[in-house]
């Protein structure tokens, strides 16, 4: 069974709106942790963000934010004033102990075109 | 620089051809891992390695060997490549403990006709 699923197949967007993606997550163990992976045209997977899952704060890095809420299991991915840039595939992942640390169980991943 | 390196980028076999897809790291890493993604699907972990000599299955083992004789190296090897084997490849290189990012190869587009 899926333990990320990522509703969302594909959200298509014009330049500078903003654009939410979400993750919903499925784990028994109490200690694991959540990515965010893009992948861009070029095919490359790039790494956006690791949260522990003992921190429920918010981040936010420039243009991105992550909203993180336990009571739900989800981590949802949000994309301010968007850019033709931010085209891409985004992954979400868990990486959980009874699995092995080293493992990640991605989503299957939620396609953004942003259109000038 | 750290670098996980897959050779090669592309490749076109047909069915039976047995072709092994290589994967180096420079960091020294004791986890090694294939992935395969698929459309809906996402990627899916065929084998991974702990360390030097240390193999095992993941979700999706069936047609695929590895091996890893040496810490820097991972090849993914497919005896007999048959159609449902087309597909994007990654391998994948971290420490293994908690919380640590994984640095993917470029990937290989492999398909078999």
């Known amino acids: 069974a899926q333990k990320v699923t990522q509703a969302q197949t594909e959200i298509s967007v014009v330049e500078k709106e903003d654009v939410t993606l979400d993750c919903v997550y499925e784990t028994r163990d109490t200690t694991y942790y959540l990515f965010w992976y893009k992948q861009p045209p070029s095919g490359e997977l790039v790494f956006l963000i690791r949260r522990n899952s003992f921190d429920e704060q918010n981040e936010i890095s420039g243009r991105y934010s992550w909203n993180f809420q336990k009571s739900t299991s989800s981590f949802n991915f949000t994309i301010t004033a968007s850019q033709v840039v931010d085209s891409a595939v985004y992954f979400c992942?868990?990486?959980?102990?009874?699995?092995?640390?080293?493992?990640?169980?991605f989503g299957a991943g939620t396609q953004v075109v942003v259109t000038p | 620089e750290a670098q996980v390196t897959q050779n090669p980028r592309y490749l076109i076999t047909v069915t039976g051809k047995k072709l092994t897809v290589t994967c180096s790291q420079n960091?020294?890493?004791?986890?090694m891992s294939w992935y395969r993604q698929d459309p809906g699907l996402g990627l899916r972990q065929i084998y991974y390695s702990m360390n030097v000599e240390v193999t095992d299955k993941g979700d999706v083992p069936e047609g695929y060997k590895v091996s890893r004789k040496e810490k820097r190296n991972f090849p993914l090897i497919l005896e007999s490549p048959s159609p449902n084997q087309t597909s994007l490849y990654f391998c994948?290189?971290?420490?293994?403990?908690?919380?640590?990012?994984?640095?993917f190869g470029q990937g290989t587009r492999l398909t078999v006709v």
């Open positions: 960091m020294n890493h004791e986890y």
């Open positions: 992942a868990l990486s959980e102990l009874t699995d092995s640390w080293g493992k990640l169980q």
């Open positions: 994948a290189t971290s420490t293994g403990t908690g919380g640590t990012e994984a640095f």
